[in-house]
């Protein structure tokens, strides 16, 4: 089992950055692919990000591309969102998951286990 813990979030104009980091607990961090997944209000959780065990591919959603990049270090135990650019509609309840199975997954139903989140609020 992996316990996840983001941080990093909070309140950012139009137009400016954060990252947002997930530390994951336990020796295993590396067997896990890893997705970032977010929440609006009144909207369903949907995928934002993810990275397969060692980092070496990527998915982003349409909307987030080029504009966030997705990070791990597995020395560290923990996965990155760099999000640049932010937009009034990126503001959601941000997720790591972490997947056991897949090589690397974009659908909610392929992570096994999540994260608590962090705030994303970007005032325009």
């Known amino acids: 089992q992996v316990q996840l813990v983001e941080s990093g979030g909070g309140l950012v104009q139009a137009g400016g950055s954060l990252r947002l980091s997930c530390a994951a607990s336990g020796h295993t961090f590396g067997s896990y692919a890893m997705g970032w997944f977010r929440q609006a209000p009144g909207k369903e959780r949907e995928f934002v990000a993810a990275?397969?065990?060692?980092?070496?591919?990527?998915r982003y959603a349409d909307s987030v591309k080029g504009r966030f990049t997705i990070s791990r270090d597995n020395a560290k135990n923990t996965v990155y969102l760099q999000m640049n650019s932010l937009k009034p509609e990126d503001t959601a309840v941000y997720y790591c998951?972490?997947?056991?199975?897949?090589?690397?997954?974009?659908?909610?139903?392929?992570?096994?286990?999540w994260g608590q989140g962090t705030q994303v609020t970007v005032s325009s």
């Open positions: 990275i397969s065990r060692r980092g070496g591919s990527t």
């Open positions: 998951a972490a997947d056991s199975q897949s090589f690397i997954a974009t659908t909610e139903p392929s992570y096994d286990y």
